[in-house]
């Protein structure tokens, strides 16, 4: 039995995993939210590789971050994890909310990423 709140994500998260899966012409976009920051991969599961990331910590980024709320954050990081796979081909993906309650934050993220051209 789950005995706290990050137990009963890693639940979840496995439940997700068994139906979510991200190949080479659809890769899996999986989001990580800790309290401060955002991180972002997009993931080939058959090859077993990580095609891209996008933080809040990257040194591109961080000098945009200034003095946003963490909302806004995640918007820019979805509008450059979008960019970066626009960059390499990938136009299509897979959303892996990793166990997360699809608000607020991971929403923002994934919205941002619709908007700049993602398809999921």
């Known amino acids: 039995m789950a005995k706290n709140k990050e137990d009963k994500r890693v ?9 979510v899966n991200g190949t080479s012409e659809r890769p899996r976009l999986t989001v990580f939210r800790s309290a401060k920051h955002i991180y972002v991969q997009i993931v080939d599961d058959v090859a077993q590789r990580t095609l891209l990331t996008a933080s809040t ?3 591109a980024i961080i000098k945009d971050m200034a003095g946003l709320k963490k909302t806004d954050r995640a918007k820019k990081i979805g509008a450059a994890i979008a960019e970066k796979c626009k ?3 990938i136009d299509k993906v897979v959303f892996d909310r990793n166990g997360y309650i699809y ?5 923002a993220l994934a919205d941002a990423a619709r908007e700049a051209g993602l398809k999921f």
């Open 87 to 89: 960059a390499k081909g």
């Open 11 to 19: 639940r979840r998260k496995a439940s997700i995993r068994k139906k």
């Open 57 to 59: 910590l990257d040194e």
């Open 103 to 107: 608000h607020g934050r991971v929403q």
